[in-house]
């Protein structure tokens, strides 16, 4: 995931800059392509949300996922608006970075919402993470863990 947005700048949900080697580092990581202006996208993001806070804030040691978000929104503006309505606290490719519209391209999104689970080096472990999460909710991190090699005792 590292070489996805190496050289590239990712923003927490507070507007500051996150070094992507440092945040993405040995984790799974879900790339969430998604808008505000988008009724699916509204009503997955708060699943999408109790999904992380589960795995990342309230697990001790934290699960080793991040989200980052691939904004659809039609301004800057919007992305962040939906970013502090709905979104956890995960990080987000800035609006302004054209690198948004290769990453659609490179994991061939073609409708929204779509969240990508990823290993560390982009490939893909799944392009259906939003309807393993409905699925089986927690339970389909520990599937995503073991196709990323990654050990982390995990009782979720």
Request: hydrophobic letters at 40%; a positive charge; aromatic letters at 14%.
């Given at each position: 995931m590292v070489d996805v947005f190496s050289g590239r700048t990712l923003l927490n949900k507070d507007g500051d800059?996150?070094?992507p080697e440092e945040a993405l580092r040995n984790k799974v990581v879900g790339l969430y392509f998604s808008a505000g202006w988008c009724p699916p996208c509204r009503d997955f993001t708060p699943?999408?949300?109790d999904f992380y806070t589960e795995l990342v804030e309230e697990n001790d040691p934290p699960a080793q996922f991040e989200i980052v978000f691939i904004s659809s929104d039609k301004t800057a503006e919007d992305m962040v608006e939906y970013m502090h309505d709905l979104h956890?606290?995960?990080l987000a490719?800035?609006?302004s970075d054209p690198?948004?519209?290769e990453l659609k391209k490179k994991y061939n999104?073609?409708?929204i919402p779509k969240l990508v689970i990823v290993k560390e080096n982009g490939e893909v472990i799944t392009d259906k993470g939003r309807?393993?999460?409905?699925d089986q909710g927690l339970a389909c991190f520990k599937n995503w863990l073991e196709v990323a090699d990654i050990f982390q005792n995990f009782s979720g």
């Open positions: 800059s996150v070094d699943i999408l949300c956890g606290d995960w490719l800035p609006w690198y948004r519209h999104i073609t409708a309807k393993q999460i409905r």
